[in-house]
Structure formats: structure tokens, C-alpha cells
């Protein structure tokens, strides 16, 4: 057997680690994985690596995994080739837009597709000619807070400003766990490394969160919040910055600054207190601890972001960085110079240019919230959503209500999926079309490069040969969109492979022909391990899209939604929330079918207090029937002191044992759906995030 040693980086969390991986080939000339480790010479990970990364070989070696087009027949599935598939998916979702118009086709992308730089590029090629507005994505059910609060703030939803880990004084972290995470919408491999060099260098680490979650217990100090109270531990931060005169001047251009101080005012640290279960002495104090720091940072993740104060929250952490004088300055938060820049190649967007059919909900950047996507399929009417096409997502698994989309999609008149598995979404599909594999394709990473904690960049070519017969999955948008040409009569403009695309934008971007570094995709295949641009830098000030060119803190969207937050009504006496959790070896849905991940304990508990517990007579390991607006299940309940008395947690991502699924693994530790408790109709009126966490529930034995 022949070795050699290949250098790439692993893209199926943010952390987009550095990797070794030994490949051997046998006599009669087959590859196979022999190692994952990670890479010491990559810069930014610095050899760090997860559990994910080395199930890498598992996705590649899955015999679950597709490998060719199948189509459904009745209730079985049969092989077809790509002509085939590509001729029916074109036929059929066109008979039904001439039938009953261009709306009546849906398109839901999932997580993964920033994960492949093939998706990134290439599923507009097909998706564009469908010319819907009904688009949806897991955007809205993550950081879609984020990316509004950022275009009406900074007029663009791309310029996020990003925690400088490695140089503040103070972190301050609401609803995140980097250490489950690798970072989110922070690529930060290596995050406990960078946590306690923070600590070493004399700095500290607050989290704030409804558990006591890993990044929460190594922390300095640990605040637990009420779901949903997020927004008023935050105004309460704010007014003491200003009413104890601990505010420092920006020097960024800011209009409204005053319409923000007057908004403000009502929401003392005494008024919030009972609404985030935080006494008015702590909140104050941890004001005066973040204003003291000579670099402080305020960071907030998926649980402020999917809640019902999802935008009003993500606003807030931006203001509080500004009025601190930290946005836009070393240890503060910095938006990253990326050698891809997709701020500089993209439109600023736009917000609420059309709303839903059924409930009227906002679209942003051409997409509608998914908490919307099942009734526009069960509702009956002009513009009634008939087929469906779905991109490397799971969201019967990952959205709202998903046991109703899951019943929505058995009405569906065809069904697409771009997906390697027949997981509880795509099993309802007519037709799947799967890619190749991670380790078979080139990858560049556009998205995670955006969001790094420092400016870095690598392409990466394809580990293994792609194999006969298999089409990436560009290829595959450019075969469904020819079929597609073909039947509507259109013709195609004409398009270059990935690997071309990057190579133009590496040339023309700050660090290409036009510097020093002369970046290209040559230059970057002589440095297998990567390139370290250097730190983040100041330089909001002069990217700034809003039509003002300044910083608009003040947008009446957000200051009218403050009146919301002050109608909310206190906890109820004996009210339980359900809040998600994220474990380090699970990212979202599409990592339960592999050993390696999901070996040992059993991690899809539901967590309870045990005073909690106590009060309903119920006992650790009892098997409990957990019941929303929208549904019951049975779950196994653990007694956990981590979680804060009234909030109970359930992971995300579980729900396996559903029929027609093809995952033989992930069956076994099947679980149950938190998001068949969660509910539609609890989402942020302002952006119509779906509200995730904080969902009222009542507990009582099974």
C-alpha cells in the first residue's frame, strides 16, 4: 500500500479546522482514508481539531449516503441516471408553475449549503430561473436578527462585527456556547484556547445563559437569564451605561444617538430586573465591570436570536458595543477584510420588499421566514405552494412545528431534494439527487472566512477522485438548470466552475494583483496549510452602506418594538420554558449517523432541575410527557442543577425514528424533535425569526 499526506480544511462546523489526512491506496488502486488529525502548521487553527472533522471518513464510507439520482416509485426507490433526473425534476416543477403560476414553487436551503462553495456559487444558476418569492432558508430559524440588525444599522447585512477574542479585556457572551460550537457566526477554531489565554492575560469572561452550559462553567462569572429576558437584561445594561455616564464617544459617524438615550430611559435595572430573573444590583455592577475594561466585547448567539426579541436583542449587543466606545476598535468587535469580500461583491439588500401570503411576514434578501413554509403549503388559494425543492436541509427536523411541515409535505404535488441521505425530510421527495462527497470536491470558504477572528484564507483541493458516474453539486445545478432552459424556451447565460469564480475574486480583492500578497488561486495551492492575513482592524467607518454613511442607531423599527418589550408581562408562577442545547460532536440534524459522534452516553435527555422535578413529583430517569401548543412527546428526563429552575432543555436535531427513513444509525439513538414542540407562531414579529427558545411547555409524568 502507497501513503501520502493530503492538507485540508474541515467545513462542517465554522471552526473550518486544519486537517491532515493520510490517504492510502491499495495494489489494485483503491483510496481509503488511513487518519484525520489536525494540522499544527494551519495558522488559525493550530492543529486544534473536533470529533466532527474526523468523522469525515464516516460520511465517506457511509453506506446510508446516496451516490447516484433516485427517483421515487410508489413507496420504493429506484436508481436512475442524471439525464433522467434532470429531465423529470425540469418537467414536473415546470407543469406545475405553468398550472398554477411561478409562487407555487418553494425552495428551501439548509445549513450545509455554506458549507460548499459549489452551492454557493451555483445554486442561484438553477434556482434563479424558478423565479419565486417563495424562498426559505435556515437563516430563519439562526442569525436572521442578525443580518437585519446589520442592514439597518450598517446598510448591509454582511458587515458583522465580530468578537476580537484574541485581544479584549472583557467577553461578555449571551446565548452562545463556542465551546459546543466552535464559534458561530464567529469562526473561532481552538475557542477554549483563545478562552483561557483571555483569562491568562488577566481578562474576563462572563456568560449569561439559561444553563450552565461548557463555555459557562469555565467562565469567570456565570448569570442565569430567563428565555426570553434577554432584551431586558440588555436595556438595562444599556441605560446604566448612560445614566451612570459610563458612555465613551464612537469615532464613527452616528445618527440618532439621542432618539436612543430618550428610548432607553424607562428600562432601569430595577424595572427589568423581574422580567430576566437578574436582581438590579448584579445587572448594574456587570454594566460598570464591561465599562471598566479597556477592551471589552458584548457577543450574542442563538439563543437571543431565536426568541421573540430576536432583532431587538442583536441591536442591542450592537449598541452597547458602540456606546462603550468598542465597536470598531482592537478587543472590541471588528468586521473582518476577507480575501473574498462578500460585502464589497454583493448589494446591501433589502427588507420587507413583499410579504408572505397566509400571515404577511417580511421577506429579507429575497427570502421569507420558514416558520411560514407549511401553511403556504396547506392553505388553499391562489399562490398555494404545490412543489417543493429543497437544498442540502432537513427542516421537518430543524423548523417550527416540524411534525405539521412533515405532514404539509405528503400533500406536495412533486418533491425535489439536493441531499445524500433519505433523512425525515427527504423521504417525502420524488426525486433526490445526491453530490459527491467532502473529501471528493475542491472547496474555498467564502462564508466562514467572513466571520473569522482573524483575516485568513485557504482553498482546498479534493482529497479523493470524484467517482464514475457521480457530479458535484455545481454540476448538478448545471444540469437541472439546462433542463430547465431547455423546457421554459429560455436561454442560459453562460457560467465558469467554482474553482475559476474564486480565482477572479482573489485577483481583484484587496489582497490580490493590486497588493502585496498578489493572492490568486496559484498562490494559495503553494501554501497547503493556509494564509494568515492578519488581525482584524478597524475599518467599519469607511464600509458603512447606509445612505447617511453613518451608523443608524436609532432605526424606528426597533425603538417602536421597545414598547413591546415593556407591555411583556413577568413570569408566570410554576411556568416552564424549553430552551435547545448544542453538543460538540452533533452539528444541527445531519450528524446522528455516524458511530464515532454518537457513541456513549445518551445526549437527547430532556434537562430539569431537580427542583423542578420535586415539585411535579417526578424522578431523575423517569420517562415524562412534555407537552406545547403544539404537541406531546415522551422523553426520558435527567436532573441536571446546570439548568436554571423553570427552564428545561431539549437538544436539537433528534426525531429519528420517523418511516422511510434511511438512517440506520441515527435510528438506533433516535430521540425525540424539539421542534415538535415549538410553535410557528411564536416567532420576532420584527424579522419573523422562529422563536426557538423560551416555548411555554407543561411537564407531567408519561
Not at 470536491?441 to 473569522?452: G, M, R, V
Not at 479523493?464 to 442560459?492: C, M, N, T
Not at 423517569?622 to 429552575?645: F, H, K, N
Request: proline fraction near 5%; charge should be neutral; hydrophobic fraction near 40%.
Amino acid at each position: 500500500m502507497t501513503k501520502t499526506l493530503h492538507h485540508r480544511a474541515c467545513h462542517l462546523c465554522e471552526a473550518i479546522c486544519g486537517l491532515s489526512i493520510e490517504v492510502g491506496r491499495d495494489d489494485d488502486g483503491r483510496s481509503r482514508i488511513l487518519s484525520i488529525k489536525g494540522d499544527p502548521l494551519d495558522p488559525f487553527s493550530r492543529g486544534h481539531v473536533c470529533p466532527k472533522a474526523v468523522a469525515l471518513q464516516d460520511i465517506q464510507d457511509d453506506p446510508d449516503r446516496l451516490r447516484q439520482p433516485h427517483k421515487r416509485v410508489g413507496e420504493q426507490w429506484q436508481a436512475i441516471d442524471w439525464e433522467e433526473a434532470f429531465a423529470l425534476a425540469a418537467d414536473r416543477l415546470w407543469a406545475v408553475q405553468q398550472a398554477h403560476g411561478r409562487n407555487a414553487v418553494a425552495v428551501y436551503q439548509g445549513n450545509p449549503s455554506v458549507h460548499n462553495y459549489g452551492l454557493m456559487t451555483h445554486s442561484n444558476y438553477f434556482l434563479g430561473l424558478l423565479k419565486t418569492r417563495n424562498r426559505f432558508s435556515a437563516t430563519s430559524v439562526d442569525q436572521l436578527p442578525q443580518h437585519l440588525t446589520s442592514h439597518l444599522l450598517y446598510g448591509h447585512g454582511l458587515l458583522l462585527p465580530i468578537p476580537d477574542i484574541d485581544h479584549t479585556d472583557f467577553m461578555l457572551i449571551l446565548g452562545g456556547n463556542p465551546l459546543a460550537s466552535n464559534g458561530s457566526i464567529m469562526t473561532v477554531p481552538d475557542v477554549e484556547k483563545r478562552l483561557k489565554a483571555l483569562r491568562a492575560r488577566g481578562g474576563r469572561l462572563v456568560v449569561v445563559d439559561p444553563r450552565r452550559s461548557e463555555t459557562a462553567a469555565m467562565a469567570d462569572q456565570h448569570l442565569f437569564v430567563r428565555p426570553g429576558g434577554d432584551a431586558a437584561l440588555l436595556c438595562a445594561l444599556l441605560n446604566t451605561l448612560f445614566t451612570e455616564g459610563l458612555a465613551r464617544g464612537s469615532h464613527l459617524p452616528v445618527n440618532g444617538l439621542q432618539q436612543l438615550r430618550e428610548a432607553i430611559a424607562p428600562f432601569s435595572a430595577e424595572a427589568m430586573s423581574a422580567h430576566c430573573g437578574i436582581g438590579a444590583a448584579q445587572i448594574r455592577q456587570l454594566a460598570r465591570d464591561f465599562a471598566a475594561a479597556d477592551k471589552a466585547v458584548c457577543y450574542g448567539r442563538m439563543g437571543v436570536s431565536t426568541q421573540v426579541f430576536g432583532t431587538l436583542c442583536h441591536w442591542l449587543v450592537q449598541v452597547i458595543n458602540l456606546v462603550s466606545g468598542n465597536l470598531d476598535r482592537e478587543g472590541g468587535a471588528l468586521c473582518t477584510e476577507p480575501a473574498v469580500d462578500l460585502v464589497a461583491s454583493t448589494a446591501g439588500g433589502h427588507f420587507n420588499a413583499w410579504q408572505s401570503r397566509v400571515s404577511g411576514l417580511p421577506e429579507y434578501g429575497g427570502e421569507l421566514p420558514v416558520a411560514a413554509l407549511a401553511e403556504e403549503i396547506l392553505t388553499p388559494g391562489e399562490g398555494q405552494v404545490r412543489a417543493l425543492v429543497t437544498v442540502a436541509g432537513n427542516p421537518v427536523l430543524s423548523t417550527p412545528n416540524g411534525r405539521q411541515l412533515d405532514q404539509a409535505l405528503a400533500d406536495l404535488d412533486f418533491m425535489l431534494s439536493i441531499d445524500l441521505y433519505i433523512n425525515e425530510t427527504t423521504r417525502h421527495a420524488d426525486l433526490i439527487l445526491p453530490s459527491t462527497s467532502a473529501l471528493e470536491n475542491d472547496h474555498y470558504d467564502s462564508t466562514f472566512n467572513l466571520l473569522a477572528v482573524r483575516n485568513v484564507t485557504r482553498f482546498n483541493r479534493a482529497i479523493l477522485a470524484k467517482p464514475e458516474g457521480a457530479l458535484h453539486d455545481w454540476e448538478i445545478f448545471v444540469g437541472l438548470a439546462q433542463a430547465f432552459a431547455r423546457r421554459a424556451g429560455v436561454e442560459l447565460r453562460p457560467t465558469l466552475a467554482p474553482s475559476r469564480m474564486i480565482d477572479h475574486a482573489l485577483r481583484s480583492g484587496r489582497y490580490g494583483e493590486a497588493s502585496d500578497w498578489n493572492l490568486s488561486l496559484a498562490t494559495l495551492e503553494q501554501h497547503p496549510h493556509g494564509l494568515d492575513l492578519g488581525p482584524l482592524r478597524a475599518n467599519l467607518g469607511r464600509r458603512l452602506a447606509t445612505a447617511s454613511n453613518a451608523v443608524e442607531v436609532a432605526p424606528q423599527l426597533l425603538l417602536d418594538d421597545l414598547q413591546r418589550l415593556a407591555r411583556q408581562a413577568p413570569p408566570a408562577p410554576g411556568e416552564l420554558l424549553l430552551i435547545g442545547r448544542r453538543h460538540v460532536r452533533s452539528n444541527n440534524s445531519w450528524m446522528h449517523n455516524f458511530h464515532r459522534l454518537v457513541k456513549g452516553k445518551p445526549r437527547h435527555q430532556l434537562l430539569m432541575h431537580p427542583q423542578d422535578l420535586r415539585q411535579r413529583h417526578l424522578q431523575d430517569g423517569q420517562r415524562v410527557r412534555i407537552s406545547s401548543r403544539t404537541g406531546i412527546l415522551e422523553v426520558e428526563v435527567q436532573a441536571c442543577e446546570d439548568m436554571m429552575p423553570g427552564v428545561v432543555s431539549l437538544p436539537h436535531g433528534f426525531g429519528h425514528a420517523r418511516l422511510g427513513v434511511h438512517l440506520r444509525v441515527a435510528q438506533a439513538q433516535a430521540g425525540v424533535s424539539a421542534n415538535d414542540l415549538t410553535d410557528e407562531r411564536l416567532r420576532d414579529p420584527i424579522s419573523g425569526n422562529a422563536a426557538l427558545n423560551g416555548v411555554p411547555v407543561q411537564i407531567e409524568a408519561a
